[in-house]
């Protein structure tokens, strides 16, 4: 059973198109993030969601749009493509995200690396 | 000044060798010290944390960390073609105020190890 998955694995698209990916987590975990890791492979933490509660909004785009529609589950809505969105994007989930266990640490699930050209 | 440098190699060593993977920071507030690997075309995974400065081993794994130099280090002994991986440092700071305080992580950009037979 995959802790973390998130779909598609790939995504290949124009710029100036609307496009999402969702992810799952069925660890049970509080709260999930997403991450983005650019060309040169720095981890970056756009958002965080707490029990469907926004935590954290890092600077990005007001493109970038999360959704939690409940705490297992939580997508990124990105409008207008542009080029420099080409990245692979992680989603994760931790628990109990007030008071960090770090022994548990982050669950990232595989990525989705995304193509805009 | 990135807060957390860490060499993107590629280091390339025989099986059997010893490896040290390096990280040097400058946010002296950082507490939390952490090890992911990364397998190409799949999500981090923690290997190990430690809190504060020391020395944690597991198994193959020894993780040290001087917070008065600012310096991190994950030793791997006997390498195996199966290290062969992304390793990221990561670092975290209470961050926040009051019960919304979280310690979201800054991950170094990670050093490609590569084991040959």
């Known amino acids: 059973d995959t802790a973390v998955s998130q779909t598609p694995k790939y995504l290949v698209t124009q710029m100036g198109n609307d496009k999402s990916i969702k992810c799952e987590q069925n660890l049970g975990h509080d709260t999930m993030y997403w991450y983005k890791q650019d060309s040169k492979k720095f981890l970056k933490i756009m958002f965080s969601?707490?029990?469907?509660?926004?935590?954290i909004n890092e600077t990005v785009p007001n493109r970038f749009s999360p959704k939690s529609p409940d705490k297992a589950h939580l997508n990124l809505h990105i409008n207008s493509l542009e080029l420099g969105d080409s990245a692979v994007y992680f989603c994760a989930s931790s628990q109990d995200e007030f008071r960090l266990k770090m022994w548990d640490g982050y669950t990232f699930g595989s990525g989705t690396r995304l193509t805009v050209v | 000044q990135k807060e957390v440098e860490q060499d993107p190699g590629p280091l390339s060593v025989p099986e059997g060798a010893i490896v040290s993977l390096n990280c040097t920071y400058s946010n002296s507030a950082f507490q939390y010290f952490m090890w992911y690997r990364q397998y190409s075309r799949k999500g981090p995974e923690l290997l190990m944390y430690?809190?504060?400065?020391g020395n944690k081993e597991d198994g193959r794994f020894t993780a040290q960390v001087d917070k008065s130099s600012k310096y991190i280090s994950l030793f791997i002994r006997d390498s195996q073609p199966s290290d062969s991986a992304t390793y990221l440092c990561a670092m975290s700071a209470l961050a926040g105020a009051g019960t919304r305080g979280s310690y979201i992580p800054t991950f170094g950009r990670g050093t490609s190890l590569i084991v040959h037979p």
């Open positions: 430690t809190y504060s400065s």
């Open positions: 969601y707490n029990n469907k509660e926004l935590i």
